[in-house]
């Protein structure tokens, strides 16, 4: 052109476009003035079209910080994005991911569900191992119970210390001291077993933990059980007029070996077709596992249990017969009320042991077999030591054979 200004046609004839990018600014006297902050030049190749040339632009208002041109702000992770009804797409909700669930993209439009042994982290944007829960031995609960377990079983050796000491005395030949060093023992492994309960559970510890809970505990029943026997016994063969033998040593000898033994098959065969296993429960808790031993065969498991209540019955039913022995001849009635005791826990165990989540299950367990030791120890010994250290005026043959008895000869 005349003025010098090229001009340029496409293909078709027309011209190029080319256009000022003016902007509407104030000057220092308020007035509205027109600054050409860029330009359009189509003729130029791509990527030179467009040229902007630095001077600050003012939007609506007089702002300098360009504003958006979003509908919605971006979703971060841990956000998903929920479409909004009746509005652009370009405008949505961002709704935080469910528990379990994450995100870790910035928009995302789903979340992703954390695979079973994980959980999602506090901003919901990884998945991170879940929190596995057992029984152990650094949390107060199971230093307080191993605590309790360990006093137990000491408190056990010093009563048989005790009448290891004084077993030329005679409440500690009428209470017949095999049986009762051979309970005394029993207790004391009844006290250290509940210490297998205590820890991660592992394939022997789950084996281990409920066999020697059953055959300790049917070794102790059957223990009561012969002392009740012995008891009954050689008072009706004291008698006058009576022939009813005593209660010989090998035949009390035989008779815990057979009722142990009983128990030692029903855990060996209970080991041997579905024994005790550590399982994850993930069902119970979904933000945690809970590290447990599945019993394996639930009929096992009752089995043992209601073998040890069987002896419990019968030692409880003796000794129930035998309360109108002489008063002073009252170890029947300490196996009464120490039979009382046992059944009470192990009946109180049952609903709580079913209802009881993850790790408390088992403290409700170790519960009950220490609640249920400490009953033995106390009702059955406790009265003895306390004639024997506090009231050995009492420890003679003449107090413990009774005046009915005396005036019966």
């Not at 039913?317 to 001849?329: G, M, Q, S, T, Y």
Request: aromatic share 12%.
């Amino acid at each position: 052109m005349k003025s010098g200004e090229r001009v340029y046609f496409d293909e078709n004839g027309d011209p190029t476009a080319i256009y000022e990018l003016v902007n509407w600014q104030r000057d220092q006297a308020g007035e509205t003035v027109f600054v050409t902050v860029g330009n359009y030049n189509a003729s130029l190749p791509k990527g030179d079209q467009f040229a902007m040339n630095g001077i600050q632009i003012v939007w609506a208002d007089n702002p300098l910080k360009r504003p958006r041109s979003v509908c919605s702000d971006s979703c971060l992770p841990g956000y998903r994005q929920a479409e909004i009804k009746g509005m652009p797409v370009c405008c949505f909700s961002c709704i935080p991911c469910a528990a379990g669930e994450i995100s870790n993209l910035t928009d995302s439009t789903k979340c992703t569900q954390c695979s079973l042994e994980y959980w999602s982290n506090g901003d919901k944007s990884r998945c991170v191992p879940k929190v596995v829960e057992f029984l152990s031995f650094d949390e107060t609960m199971g230093i307080l119970l191993a605590a309790i377990s360990l006093v137990g079983a000491c408190l056990t050796i010093v009563v048989s210390l005790i009448f290891f000491c004084f077993r030329e005395t005679p409440i500690v030949k009428a209470s017949n001291s095999e049986l009762s060093f051979l309970l005394l023992f029993s207790l004391t492994l009844c006290f250290l077993c509940s210490l297998t309960f205590i820890g991660r559970p592992s394939e022997w510890s789950c084996m281990l933990r409920h066999t020697a809970f059953g055959i300790t505990f049917a070794l102790c029943m059957s223990c009561v059980l012969a002392k009740t026997i012995a008891v009954v016994i050689a008072f009706q063969a004291t008698m006058p007029g009576n022939t009813v033998p005593q209660c010989s040593i090998p035949l009390q000898r035989i008779s815990v070996f057979s009722c142990t033994l009983l128990q030692v098959v029903i855990c060996v065969l209970w080991l041997a077709l579905a024994p005790s296993v550590p399982v994850k429960n993930t069902a119970h808790a979904t933000e945690k596992v809970i590290l447990e031993c599945d019993v394996g065969s639930a009929i096992g498991f009752w089995a043992v249990l209601g073998y040890i209540g069987l002896l419990a019955l019968l030692c409880f039913v003796l000794a129930f017969l035998a309360r109108k022995l002489p008063d002073n001849f009252s170890e029947a009635k300490f196996i009464t009320f120490s039979m009382l005791i046992f059944c009470a826990v192990w009946i109180t165990f049952i609903p709580a042991y079913v209802s009881s989540p993850g790790k408390f299950t088992v403290a409700v367990e170790i519960f009950a077999i220490l609640a249920s030791s400490f009953g033995l120890l106390f009702c059955i010994f406790g009265p003895k030591c306390y004639i024997i250290l506090l009231k050995p005026e009492k420890n003679t043959k003449k107090h413990i054979m009774g005046k009915s008895h005396v005036k019966s000869q």
